[in-house]
């Protein structure tokens, strides 16, 4: 463990590409000075603790970067910014020894930030994760050092406050790491059910259009040709008379705010949506954006065994449905 994150449970995630063009220098170097802005002897340590791969490959601190390179990251938050346990109840849909599979509520964030430095879904797995641990160590002996090494986990994923649903999150670095990968190598499966104004033409489709932060509010974001390539399937599940659709949607890329930003890109913005959706007053009908994490699927980094979860649909995104009146009234609901 670092010297500043000696009780840490949760890692956060950085991924960099080097240029084309760069200049062949140390890694150590590359990474304090032109990505991550930590002093060298920081990084440092993070390669020696095994944090760092570069092109799947564990480096040495003088490695040399060249362009094209793809630097991976895992980083223990700093002391100052260590989430404490909270007693935060989870809605657990599996879990082993390696990973923990999750339905995420409506306006829970996932991890701390300024203005929510508490009760968040990592304060909440820190706590069930403390929780284990204390019921491990009953009845062993006081100097089993095993015992006494703290869980730590990483986050793999996210999902915006006001979206709800499944999300993973790995107990290992091993784990993390191998999830990870299959997040970056699109074998991971994410199905979404997304509630959109307007009545799209087409029962199918796939909305291409890049993605990058947008130049007038850099919270937000918006298709740009200069973007992040980012894609986007969806399925019409249903239409209602009030001239809603009701959408599964597959994402292909995982791009911050994707849906959200494809389908205000399509002229269909999501229900409830206070940043992406229409400005008129039928949101105030909508308790949040419409947009929950329906179905995730992903290989097990253990037993290479393929598992399937499906996050039902929360009490708020049920009576938003229930209030619809269906185009098709012998449609099936969700």
Not at 25 to 44: A, E, H, M, P, W
Not at 127 to 143: L, V
Not at 223 to 246: A, C, F, I, M, W
Not at 273 to 296: C, I
Request: glycine share 6%.
């Amino acid at each position: 463990m670092t010297e500043e994150d000696p009780n840490s449970n949760i890692l956060s995630y950085r991924e960099f590409l080097v240029p084309r063009g760069e200049q062949p220098k140390r890694l150590d170097i590359y990474l304090s000075k032109n990505c991550l802005g930590f002093t060298r002897s920081r990084v440092q340590r993070l390669l020696e603790e095994k944090l760092v791969t570069i092109n799947d490959i564990y480096p040495a601190s003088s490695h040399k970067v060249r362009g094209g390179d793809r630097i991976r990251v895992l980083i223990p938050p700093p002391r100052s910014q260590t989430a404490q346990p909270e007693n935060i109840r989870l809605e657990i849909l599996y879990e082993d020894e390696d990973l923990i599979v999750i339905s995420k509520p409506p306006g829970l964030v996932v991890h701390p930030a300024p203005g929510h430095s508490s009760g968040t879904l990592v304060n909440g797995l820190l706590f069930h994760f403390q929780s284990q641990g204390d019921e491990q160590k009953k009845g062993e002996p006081e100097e089993d050092e095993e015992a006494e090494r703290p869980l730590r986990a990483g986050l793999v994923h996210r999902l915006d406050q006001d979206t709800s649903g499944v999300m993973v999150v790995g107990k290992t670095e091993s784990v993390v790491l191998d999830l990870m990968n299959q997040f970056k190598d699109r074998s991971v499966s994410k199905k979404y059910l997304a509630l959109v104004k307007g009545i799209l033409p087409k029962k199918r489709g796939e909305i291409n259009a890049p993605i990058g932060r947008s130049t007038h509010d850099r919270k937000k974001f918006t298709v740009r040709q200069d973007g992040k390539p980012s894609v986007t399937r969806y399925r019409v599940l249903e239409t209602y008379h009030e001239n809603y659709s009701l959408l599964e949607v597959t994402l292909l890329t995982g791009r911050t705010h994707q849906i959200r930003v494809h389908f205000r890109y399509l002229g269909f913005p999501l229900l409830g949506d206070a940043v992406y959706g229409s400005k008129g007053t039928e949101n105030k009908n909508f308790p949040r954006q419409m947009l929950h994490a329906w179905k995730l699927s992903f290989q097990h980094p253990s037993s290479n065994s393929k598992m399937e979860f499906e996050a039902p649909l929360p009490p708020d995104f049920v009576s938003a449905l229930e209030r619809l009146t269906p185009s098709l009234p012998s449609a099936p609901r969700i």
